[in-house]
C-alpha cells in the first residue's frame, strides 16, 4: 500500500491553533503581575471570594461558547454586553478579555469546523488580511474613546445588522449565478455535506472587491468595540459575497483567529488584563465551541438564522440601554 499524502489543512489547523494559544500565553504572563495589583483594586465585592466570580464566568462562557458558535460570533459580542453590563468590571477589562475569549473559542472550533466542510481557508485569508489591518487601528481608537459612547455605538450597529438580516431573503442558501474575477482567480469556491438534510451543497461567491472593503471596516470596528465581529462577517459572508449560512458561519471563525490576534495585541500592551476575568473565561469558551461543533452540523439552516438574529437583538438591545444609562 502506498503512503497516505499528508493533508495541507492538517498543518494550517496546527499553525492557527499553536500560534493562537501562544499568543494568550504570552501575553497573560508578561501581564500577570499588572493585572493582579488591577484584580485586587478592581474585583467586585470585597467579601465576595475571587473564585466565585470564577466559577460565574466560567459557566456563563459555556454557554456563550455554544450560541456564539451557532450564531458564527467570535462570543465577544454577547460577553462585552452582558459581563460589562451586568458584573462591577471596568469596560477596558472585559474589552481585552472578550477579544482573548473570542479568539480561543474560535481556535477550538476551527478544526473541527475545517474537518466538516464548513470554514474555508481561501475565503478567509483575504478577509482576515483586511480585517486585521483594520482591528489594529480600532483598538488604538477604542482604548481612546469614553466607554458610553462604545456602548451606544455597539448597540446601533447590532441592531442595524438585525433589521438587515430580518429583511434578506434566501439568505440559507445565497443565489450566485457567475463568481467574480477575483473570487474566480483565488479559488474560492467549495462543497460541503449538509448533514442536517444529508445533501451536498455547491457554493461560490462574488462582490469579492466590495466585501473586501467591508472586511476593513469591519476590522476597525472589532478592535473600537472589543469584539470578534462575528456577526459582521457572517452578514458581509452571507448576504454580500452570496456564500452558504453554514459556509458563512465557520468561515467567520477562522477570520476571527486573525482578526483578534492583531486587536488583542493593543489591549495586552496597554495592560487591559483582569486575570480573574480572562482565565475562567477562556476555559469555558472553549469547551463551549467544541461542543458547539457538533451541534451545528446537524442544525437546520432557518433555525441557525433565528439564533443569530436573536442573539443579535438581545446584545444590542443590552449595549444601547446601558450606554444611554437606562439599564445599568
Known sequence: MGKRPGNPLLASKAIILTGGLMLCLVGLTETAWGAAGAAAATAPGGATPWWVW?????????????????????????FVSIIGGFLPFHLDFVRCASLLVALCGALSAGPGLLRFGMGDLRLSLPAALMTSSGAILGAMIGLRLPTHIVQVALGFTLLGVVVLLLRARRAEYPEVKEPD?????????????????????????????????????IGIMA???????????????????????????????????????SAAWIYLH?????????????????????AGVNILVRIAPIRLRYIVIALLLFAGIRSLLKGLGIWN
Not at 54 to 66: E, M, N
Not at 186 to 213: C, F, M, N, Q
Not at 224 to 237: D, K, Y
Open 54 to 78: 470564577a466559577l460565574v464566568l466560567l459557566g456563563f462562557s459555556f454557554l456563550v461558547g455554544i450560541l456564539s458558535l451557532l450564531g458564527g460570533m467570535g462570543g465577544g459580542t454577547l
Open 181 to 217: 474575477a477575483l473570487s474566480a482567480l483565488l479559488g474560492i469556491h467549495g462543497i460541503y455535506l449538509d448533514r442536517a438534510t444529508e445533501e451536498e451543497v455547491s457554493w461560490k461567491v462574488h462582490r469579492t472587491p466590495v466585501a473586501l472593503l467591508l472586511f476593513l471596516l
Open 223 to 261: 478592535g473600537v468595540f472589543g469584539i470578534g465581529a462575528g456577526w459582521a462577517n457572517v452578514t458581509v459572508l452571507n448576504l454580500i459575497m452570496g456564500a452558504p449560512i453554514k459556509v458563512a458561519v465557520g468561515t467567520s471563525k477562522l477570520i476571527i483567529c486573525l482578526t483578534n490576534t
Open 270 to 290: 496597554s495592560g487591559a488584563v483582569l486575570l480573574v476575568i480572562v482565565v475562567p473565561s477562556i476555559i469555558g469558551m472553549m469547551l463551549g465551541s467544541w
